[in-house]
């Protein structure tokens, strides 16, 4: 697992073009994840949760701002490279797992490693990779479930499955888009403490926003979007 990983996002702006009207979603937004740090993001619907990690993770770009990883900036590389970098250094996690319902969880896995290496080399790899992705699978819990497709999954097992495609690579910073948010109660909180326990032995870097107060609240910060900004987010006293 890499040994760096410090991300820091400054003075995000971003704003979508709704017909005539621009809607500012992020006005100046500062937010930054120490090495190892597993910061959770609350606030509303619509408040710009998912635009804010689509653009820490150079799945989107900012109207202005700037991310940089351990001081370095990364969001004004030319595209070639920050593809290149995204794929090296983040791994991300859907509500819905995006996972592919014809594959089996072992091949799922695999997929990063398809794209990662291109097809003339993940063809030279890939029984490395089948191995890593049978491995990735064990340390999730689900060793017994290798060929298993979707939707002999439960939800939990899927997001799991998902987490383990998200390793594949050794991302030093995992992005987690509610990943608890499709589930129920008990699956949602064994996922939660899948991603703390990788987070503490792995020192993976976590950003990961989500609803749930119960979630939010196992997190080392909170953070909470709201008018297009952060603010730390104290928990209320009961
Ligand atoms: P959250 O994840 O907190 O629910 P989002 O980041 O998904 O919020 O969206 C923030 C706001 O930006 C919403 O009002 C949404 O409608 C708008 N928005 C998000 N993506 C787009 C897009 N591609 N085009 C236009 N508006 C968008
Ligand atoms: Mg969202």
Known sequence: MSTTTHI?????????RKGRIEVPVLRGVDAEVEHGELVAVVGASGSGKSTLLHILGLLDAPDAGRIEVDGRRIDDRPEKHRDAMRNRLFGFIFQFYHLLPELTAQENVMM?????????????????????????????????????????????????AAIARALLGK????????????????????????????????????????????????????????????????????
Do not use: F
Not at 115 to 137: C, F, P, T
């Open 112 to 160: 990063p490693g398809l794209i990662r290496h291109g097809l003339w080399s993940y063809w030279k790899e890939r029984a490395r990779i089948r191995r890593e992705a049978g491995e990735l699978l064990e340390r999730v819990g689900l060793g017994h479930r290798l060929t298993h497709r979707p939707s002999e999954l439960s939800g939990g097992e899927m997001q799991r």
């Open 171 to 238: 991302p030093a910073i995992l992005l987690a888009d509610e990943p608890t948010g499709n589930l129920d109660a008990a699956s949602g909180q064994g996922v939660l403490e899948l991603l703390r326990t990788l987070n503490r032995e792995e020192g993976l870097t976590m950003m990961l926003v989500t609803h749930d107060q119960q979630i939010a609240q196992q997190a080392d910060r909170v953070v909470r979007l709201a008018e297009g900004r952060i603010e730390e987010w104290v928990p209320a006293l009961a």
């Open 8 to 16: 820091a996002a400054t003075g995000i702006r971003k704003s979508y």
